[in-house]
């Protein structure tokens, strides 16, 4: 019974919304993003060209979870929270279509893997810190509540292993509200 008070109430919101202006970039949008990080995405707009976009989720997926890492290697799928301030603008005279380009910050925890350790196969838990920056593509769908984004960045690690780089990419799907 739940299970079908839940779905027509999300036919009728759907319903409510889908006659929406065509670009919907003034407001919140939530939604999943696969790639690198991998997982949950708020975005906030902010007047006409600026945004907060926040990832909560998982890193190492997409190019692999092992990789060379300060002294060792750290083989596994860890955590991370990414956040960007960003600034966005059409794209070839379009509303729907936006270009963005933003810098922030990522704290990740991940399991290394260091050569003191290797021969008993164990690892060390931690926190990094570093800079991230991002430039991508959304498509707001007219008359849809939702948008669909393409993009690449780049993290910077200043903590603890200053000036590792790792390129990071994705698309996803938000609904704009």
Do not use: C
Not at 67 to 89: A, E, F, K, M, P
């Amino acid at each position: 019974m739940f299970r079908k008070l839940a779905l027509g109430a999300l036919v009728i919101l759907g319903t409510a919304f889908s006659q929406r202006a065509q670009a919907q970039y003034n407001n919140w949008a939530a939604g999943f993003r696969i790639g690198e990080p991998a997982g949950v995405n708020i975005r906030k707009y902010f007047g006409d060209n600026k945004a907060f976009d926040l990832n909560i989720g998982t890193y190492g997926g997409l190019y692999g979870n092992k990789r060379d890492y300060r002294r060792g290697v750290y083989r596994s799928v860890g955590l991370t929270v990414q956040g960007n301030y960003i600034w966005h603008n059409r794209l070839f005279g379009k509303d729907e279509l936006r270009g963005y380009y933003g810098i922030g910050g990522q704290i990740n925890s991940r399991r290394y893997y260091p050569q003191r350790l290797q021969a008993i196969n164990e690892y060390e838990s931690g926190f990094s810190l570093g800079g991230s920056a991002v430039a991508g593509a959304e498509y707001f769908v007219p008359n849809k509540p939702y948008s669909v984004f393409i993009e690449t960045g780049l993290y910077v690690e200043v903590l603890p292993a200053p000036l590792f780089l790792n390129v990071q990419s994705g698309v996803g799907l938000r609904y704009n509200f």
